[in-house]
């Protein structure tokens, strides 16, 4: 059974910091991999997906890789902001399950001024 | 392009009573996934509908339950409503096409309390 793990459950960094948060897979085979941002509240923006055949995707600050045979991916943000602080999570899918996604727990940021 | 749009976004109901929430997904995806947040369980999958058809299910008991229009809008209704199940309730829609990357797109959610 896939199972999905984010490592910290909390994170808290001052403005302009490099930060690294990590995503761990029981199972390698994944059809993709997402990272996605919550906000208090609202719903989940997509950030980042990297497809089973790549290695990372980058989209501005961001920067996400993915390992399948040792079960990890992380998401690099670079030069934190306040506006980066939420909550994010990191889900997969696995071959022939359209429309599931297996997540973690995610990791809430705070970035301080 | 408009998003996922779900609502109502907010309600409040009393164990026992049923609850049935609506999703429009985005132009031109053809497929609606289900999720149930809660602080304690975390994001899990309800149920995922494609062309009227539900292809995908979760481990949730009968009361949780789906169907998809034609013109691809969705609903979930949850019946006997325990306090277990006020939770934030998410919709995601998935382009489709050969090659899809399987890609979800959230709505907003329907934020559930049950008295």
């Known amino acids: 059974k896939q199972e999905v793990t984010q490592i910290p459950a909390a994170l808290s960094v001052p403005e302009g910091e490099n930060l690294v948060l990590n995503c761990s897979f029981t199972?390698?085979?994944?059809?993709?991999l997402q990272w996605f941002r919550q906000d208090p509240g609202k719903g989940l923006t997509s950030l980042l997906l990297?497809?089973?055949?790549?290695r990372e995707q980058t989209s501005g600050r961001l920067n996400a890789s993915l390992d399948k045979s040792s079960g990890r991916s992380t998401l690099y943000i670079a030069a934190s902001q306040p506006g980066d602080s939420a909550t994010y999570l990191c889900?997969?899918?696995?071959?022939?399950?359209?429309?599931?996604?297996?997540f973690g727990q995610g990791t809430e940021l705070s970035v301080k001024p | 392009k408009a998003g996922v749009t779900q609502t109502p976004r907010y309600l409040i109901k009393t164990r026992g009573q049923q609850v049935t929430l609506s999703c429009s997904p985005i132009?031109?995806?053809?497929?609606v996934s289900w999720y149930q947040q809660t602080p304690g369980q975390g994001l899990q999958f309800l149920f995922e509908?494609?062309?009227?058809?539900?292809?995908n299910k979760g481990n949730f008991p009968g009361r949780f339950s789906g169907r998809q229009f034609s013109n691809s809008r969705s609903e979930m209704n949850v019946s006997t409503l325990e306090l277990g199940d006020s939770a934030l309730y998410l919709c995601?829609?998935?382009?489709?096409?050969?090659?899809?990357?399987?890609?979800?797109?959230f709505g907003e959610g329907s934020r559930l309390t049950v008295l």
């Open positions: 995601a829609s998935t382009p489709p096409g050969a090659g899809n990357t399987g890609e979800l797109f």
């Open positions: 199972d390698s085979a994944i059809y993709n």
């Open positions: 990297i497809q089973s055949s790549q």
């Open positions: 889900a997969v899918m696995e071959y022939n399950q359209g429309g599931k996604l297996i």
């Open positions: 132009s031109g995806h053809r497929s």
């Open positions: 509908y494609f062309s009227e058809t539900q292809r």
